[in-house]
């Protein structure tokens, strides 16, 4: 018989007839004539109950039958005598694949704190919430590639192993062979890398986006969609060391078009999710966070405000609030600018632009007034900033002034610059932070907790 997963079964019952299940054992229960099981397959949140009359099955069989074992039930579909589900299955033959001592096994049934969770990051795939959590980050990989798709935008491979520093930041991952106890140095002292494996020092990307424009400005419309690694040293509940970035990025898109763009990309995804996920959100919205489906579906009915940097430091300023790090034109904001913004005043996702030249990335385009760029940061409620992007400078003169004035290493860059000798076009793009995203389609509030394996400084178990 050919194995029918749980999603199916519980979607269009046709009681009456033989199935065959297999899943793990969430809860058993019963007494001596009867023993109802719990079971789940992963395909959606919901088990199929399992009930067994004891008389039919090996006593032995029954006792191993224990919260976490694995089983394979066959049986007849039917209408369920008992409340809580409309169908169950009368087991006639049961084959126990794996037992799951009932002393050890980390999962009880008692909630667990999600710090505890993370420790047994092997395990906690079987949760109701972290399955709810990864169905939904799979079905939000597949939107996204769904979305560009059908707008004839083509999914770019980047490289992660790269040569340069696509942010300009130095928060990079070292890349190497050599031997660490006896690494080879230059007459001058600094390390030799010439007979390293790229014979040149390289490190894992931070970004996909200069290799990104390069395609933009063959194929049009690109995006990537890969992993990312930063090295800073950031322990908050919004930074990973290791994350998922989406990055489009189009020729001929100036800013405006690329705000429409982010915001009709997130609009979607949500929309997406609260069509195609709706039993695993039911599930958080009851017990993760009870704002979450009135939040989702309020991002998509309303309009992004769209301010500039400048006008939001004015609010910030006369807001009257103390804040803990200083405000004023020229900074940095942090996440409680970032979120009085969002939260408190304007109470919707804020899209700020024309940044202070000095604290953005140097390939972001000038504008004509000398201190600011055509930057955008999209800032979502609870999240702070989900999306970063700009419009790129595509004049050859200012990229390379502003590379040389940064002392960013040319060498590192060539390929890049070359691209605004040989027809040069304007382009833009932005990275969206897949984690981010995850953090806010599912309300849970540590991005350690929307990853199936989260790498954070001091922490890469499993
Ligand atoms: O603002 P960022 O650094 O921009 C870039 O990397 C550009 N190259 C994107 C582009 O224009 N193509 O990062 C983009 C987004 C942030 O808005 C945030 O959502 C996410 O990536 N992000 C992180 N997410 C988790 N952990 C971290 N350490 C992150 N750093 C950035
Ligand atoms: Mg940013």
Redesign the pocket.
């Known amino acids: 018989m050919k194995r029918t997963k749980i999603k199916e079964l519980l979607s269009s019952p046709k009681t009456g007839e033989d199935v065959l299940v297999k899943g793990w054992v969430r809860t058993k229960r019963g007494n001596k004539n009867v023993v109802f099981i719990a079971l789940n397959d992963g395909s959606t949140i919901s088990n199929i109950q399992v009930v067994a009359e004891a008389s039919s099955f090996n006593e032995d069989l029954l006792k191993d039958i224990t919260t976490g074992a694995c089983l394979a039930v066959t049986g007849k579909l039917v209408e369920s005598q008992g409340q809580g589900q409309n169908v169950e299955i009368a087991a006639a033959s049961i084959e126990l694949y794996g037992k799951s001592d009932a002393e050890t096994y980390p999962l009880q049934k008692k909630g667990h704190s999600m710090e505890f969770l993370r420790e047994i990051a092997y395990l906690r795939p079987r949760t109701n919430t972290f399955g709810a959590v990864l169905r939904i980050r799979h079905s939000m990989s597949f939107a996204i590639h769904k979305y560009f798709n059908d707008k004839g935008f083509f999914y770019l491979h980047t490289p992660i192993i790269t040569g340069s520093d696509?942010?300009g930041a130095g928060e990079m991952f070292h890349v190497t062979t050599m031997d660490l106890a006896n690494v080879p140095h230059s007459n001058d002292g600094s390390v030799d890398f010439s007979n390293d494996f790229f014979g040149k020092p390289t490190n894992l990307t931070?970004?996909g986006?200069l290799e990104?424009e390069l395609g933009a400005l063959a194929l049009g419309d690109i995006y990537t969609f890969g992993p990312?690694f930063?090295a800073?040293n950031?322990n908050t509940p919004?930074?990973?060391?290791e994350?998922w970035?989406i990055?489009p990025?189009m020729a001929f898109y100036d800013l405006t078009d690329n705000m429409d763009l982010a915001e009709d990309f997130v609009k979607y995804l949500i929309r997406y999710a609260l069509e195609n996920c709706r039993e695993d959100l039911d599930f958080l919205n009851n017990m993760i966070d009870k704002g979450l489906l009135e939040r989702l579906n309020f991002v998509v009915a309303n309009e992004f405000v769209r301010i500039t940097y400048t006008e939001a430091v004015n609010i910030l300023v006369n807001s009257g609030k103390k804040w803990e790090y200083k405000v004023g034109w020229g900074t940095d904001l942090q996440a409680e600018h970032e979120r009085y913004l969002v939260e408190e005043h304007f109470k919707r996702p804020v899209i700020l632009t024309d940044y202070p030249m000095s604290i953005k990335?140097f390939y972001m385009k000038q504008n004509d007034d000398g201190k600011t760029v055509r930057a955008m940061?999209v800032l979502f409620p609870g999240i702070g900033?989900?999306?970063?992007?700009?419009q790129r400078e595509e004049n050859y003169e200012k990229l390379l002034s502003r590379i040389r004035e940064l002392k960013i290493p040319e060498k590192d860059l060539w390929w890049y610059l070359e691209t605004r000798k040989f027809g040069t076009a304007p382009h833009s793009?932005?990275?969206?932070?897949f984690?981010?995203l995850i953090l806010f389609v599912t309300g849970m509030s540590n991005?350690r907790d929307v990853i199936p394996f989260p790498r954070t400084p001091k922490n890469a178990e499993f």
Do not use: C, K, P
């Open positions: 696509a942010e931070v970004s986006q990104g990312t930063r800073e950031s919004r930074h990973l060391a994350f970035m990055e990025e990335a940061d900033e989900i999306i970063g992007g700009s793009g932005f990275g969206l932070g984690e981010r991005i």
